[in-house]
Every structure is written in C-alpha cells, then in structure tokens.
C-alpha cells in the first residue's frame, strides 16, 4: 500500500500549471485530492480527468485571499474527508520591472497573493495537520533564495516565502508537522515567450523569457510534481532544482558581490 493511499491532499491553484499536475501525481498515489482554484469550469476538466484515470478527486471554489473563503475551502473539506494530511501552498504570481519603477501597490498586491494568501491558507489548515501529523507545501522559486533582474516585486515576495516556510519549520517540527519549501527554476509553460509581454515594454529582450532571462532549463510540471510527492513522504525540509543553485545561495551569503557578478553573467 502507497503512503498516500486515502490521505486526504488540499492543494491551492490547483486548476492548471503546476498545481494540476501535483493533484494528479498524489492522485495516482491513491491520495484524495481536493483541488482549488478560482474558476469552476477549469477545476471541473482536472476532477474529470482525474476520476477517467481511476484517481479521488472533488473540487472548491475559492479566492484565498479572501479569509472567508479560506475558512469555509477548510470546513468543506474536513467536513467532506474527516481529516487532511496535506496543504499544499501552490498560488501564485510573477511579474517583471525594474525595481525603481515599482510601486508599492505591486509590491502589496503580489505579497498578498505569494505570502499572505498561505499565511492565510496555513493558519485554517495547521489544526487539522497536528492532528495527523501532515505535510505544508510551499511552492517558492528560485527567487525565493536569490535575486534577479527586472524581477519587479517577485523576489520580495518569495523571500518572504521562504523565512515564513523556515519560521514554520523551527516551530512545528515539534508538534509532528513537515513543512517542505519548494523552490524550483524556471518551469515549461505553453505561454512562456508571450507570457510578460505587456510588462516587459522598455526592458531587455531576455526579461521576456522564462526566469527572467538567466540562463536555465525549464523544468517539466509533471517531472517537479514527482519530485514534490517523494520530498513530502521523506519529510525533506527543501527542495531546490536545480541543485546545482545552492552554490550560488550560499556565495551570495558569503560574497554578495560575488554572487551578483554570477548573476549579471548569466542575465542573457
């Protein structure tokens, strides 16, 4: 039997993207998914093609960064499953601009979404994951531990990610809950040469590409939802891809101007 057979798997931004393919990979697994997004008519094509597949799957509208939804996405899957093993944190948005042309409306309105939302989301979830000894999820990004250019108010937000991800682990760890940051580079998308298209007026070329022009491989959604489902059961405290990126992390704690010399290097 599959660790994950019948855990019960809550997992935000789950009607597309990343999220979508992490609901389907622990559904696979045997786990009950309960997949949310904002939009009904896109939850209801990944719930379909996740029962066609024999998985366990329902659904729940909602905006997390309206509390009240967020209470009541909580209360509807307890109520549903009896209990939750897993939250997974996987809303989120990116941006492009240069950092002296942006305002501190962005800079709330993307802390909303890629901090607060999973403060939010955490809070509702955390009694429930004591009492099974279950998983928090958080999907960060590479810049949630390095900076980049013409990044905008993205890195703030997923730094703030990260130090409330390692808060959560000092502080739980000994109430039986595993906090896992993920913090993956630059994924596959259909839309990744037009996606910032209407931000990037004025910038470099490569800010239209993915990771914001630093010289990386994409990664496969499908490939990253594997690797998060293996981090989660062995309880890993972070998950960075590529790897090869904690050298960077660490140079940039050491030699900051080092650090940044690497990355204006790479910024093609």
Same mark, same amino acid.
């Given at each position: 039997m599959s660790y994950w057979t019948n855990k019960v798997v809550l997992i935000t931004g789950a009607s597309a993207g990343l999220g979508r393919c992490?609901?389907?990979t622990f559904a696979r697994e045997g786990a009950r998914v309960v997949l949310v997004a904002r939009g009904q008519q896109s939850l209801d094509e990944s719930v379909a093609e996740i029962r066609d597949s024999g998985g366990k799957a329902t659904s729940l509208t909602a905006d997390v960064t309206q509390q009240q939804h967020v209470d009541r996405l909580v209360e509807k899957t307890i109520e549903t499953h009896g209990q939750l093993d897993v939250l997974? %944190?996987?809303?989120?948005?990116?941006m492009r601009?240069?950092?002296?042309?942006?305002?501190? &409306? &962005?800079? =709330?309105? *993307?802390?909303?979404? %890629?901090?607060?939302?999973?403060?939010?989301?955490?809070l509702a979830a955390l009694p429930h994951l004591t009492a099974t000894g279950g998983h928090i999820v958080n999907i960060g990004s590479l810049a949630s531990k390095s900076v980049g250019l013409f990044?905008?108010?993205y890195p703030a937000s997923k730094f703030a990610m990260a130090a409330y991800s390692a808060q959560l682990r *000092?502080? *739980?760890?000994? =109430?039986?809950?595993?906090v896992l940051l993920v913090c993956p580079g630059p994924l596959s998308r259909e839309d990744n040469s037009q996606r910032y298209n209407s931000q990037t007026q004025g910038l470099p070329e490569a800010t239209r590409r993915p990771g914001g022009g630093v010289r990386l491989r994409t990664i496969?959604?499908?490939?990253?939802?594997?690797q998060i489902l293996l981090a989660t059961e062995r309880r890993t405290a972070e998950l960075v891809i590529p790897g090869k990126a904690r050298w960077l992390f660490a140079l940039s704690q050491v030699a900051p101007r080092w650090a940044d010399w690497i990355l204006r290097k790479k910024f093609n």
């Open positions: 992490m609901a389907k997974v %944190n996987s809303v989120g948005r990116s601009g240069k950092i002296e042309e942006t305002t501190a &409306e &962005e800079f =709330q309105e *993307l802390l909303e979404v %890629n901090l607060i939302a999973t403060v939010r989301c955490t990044l905008g108010a *000092l502080e *739980l760890e000994s =109430q039986g809950v595993h496969s959604s499908d490939e990253l939802a594997r």
